[in-house]
């Protein structure tokens, strides 16, 4: 194989490694914006705010691990970084609304799992390649 061909390959596998990492620390962060979701509002406080906060827990744990272990970022954080991952968050959540809408509205599907199911995947692969070629670039 050529000097080419091996570097292509180690790229692939790296970049198969980084969607794994990825996905398990998007886990993580699923797990924090619930806990923290359910125990704010058992203390009380309104769904929406509750939902607010534990997404920017959801949020701020991603990327944490994603700069430090996913992409590797060991140096050079800045303000640009971090403003940049809360833009590519957003424009997944707003993606995730808008096709859950068309999902409910437009292909009738009247199940939440099933509706999930699809939206989901589609949003974790732009989310993970905004934040790999915008946000963690090289």
């Given at each position: ?6 570097k ?6 790296d970049g198969?490694?980084?969607?794994v ?5 998007g886990?993580?962060?699923t ?15 309104k769904?929406?705010?509750?939902q ?20 590797k970022?060991?140096?050079g ?11 590519v ?7 995730s ?12 599907i009247?199940?939440?799992?099933i509706?999930?199911a ?6 974790m692969?732009?989310?993970?390649f ?8 090289k």
């Open positions: 194989m050529t000097m080419n061909g091996e292509r390959k180690k790229e692939l596998k198969i490694v980084q969607l990492k990825y996905n398990i620390v886990v993580i962060n797990l924090v914006d619930f806990l923290v979701y359910q125990l704010l509002t058992y203390l009380g406080m769904y929406a705010i509750a607010c906060i534990s997404y920017s827990c959801g949020i701020l744990n991603s990327y944490f691990f994603n700069s430090r272990w996913t992409f970022r060991d140096s954080r800045s303000k640009r970084e971090f403003i940049y991952f809360v833009a968050n957003l424009v997944s959540m707003g993606l609304v808008l096709l859950l809408k068309v999902c409910y509205e437009i292909l009738n009247n199940s939440n799992i509706s999930k699809i939206v989901t995947p589609i949003v692969l732009v989310n993970f905004g934040s790999k070629l915008f946000v963690f670039k």
